[in-house]
């Protein structure tokens, strides 16, 4: 069974950048469509931005679009998010998830989760 693992979450002041990695064990992302969503207590997960086998990007909401970028690295079997000019609005757990389904923004196309790491963006 594969494995998704998290990294590079923090405590940041406002302005300041953080770059996420999410690392594949036991599957090559490869064959997989890879997102991040974001979640904050009491609220759904959020779709923030997905990357596609192919290298396309899905952009995320407004709320980040011009500050986040996803990539991948297939040689190395990750994922990152890198995330500029952090706000206190951004500060949640953030989790990596794969899927074969094609363009997907919604929680229920992704089979396969990390455990979320936390980005906490203090003012």
């Known amino acids: 069974q594969g494995q998704l693992v998290e990294s590079g979450g923090g405590l940041v002041q406002a302005g300041e950048s953080l770059r996420l990695s999410c690392a594949a064990s036991?599957?090559?992302?490869?064959?997989?469509?890879m997102g991040w969503f974001r979640q904050t207590p009491g609220n759904e997960r959020e779709f923030v931005a997905a990357?596609?086998?192919?290298?396309?990007?899905?952009n995320s909401a407004d709320s980040v679009k011009g500050r986040f970028a996803i990539s991948r690295d297939n040689a190395k079997n990750t994922v990152y998010l890198q995330m500029n000019s952090l706000k206190p609005e951004d500060t949640a757990v953030y989790y990596c998830?794969?899927?074969?389904?094609?363009?997907?923004?919604?929680?229920?196309?992704?089979?396969?989760w990390g455990q979320g790491t936390q980005v906490t963006v203090s003012s």
């Open positions: 998830a794969a899927t074969l389904y094609w363009n997907g923004k919604t929680t229920q196309e992704y089979p396969y």
């Open positions: 036991g599957r090559t992302i490869t064959s997989y469509n």
């Open positions: 990357i596609m086998q192919t290298g396309y990007v899905i």
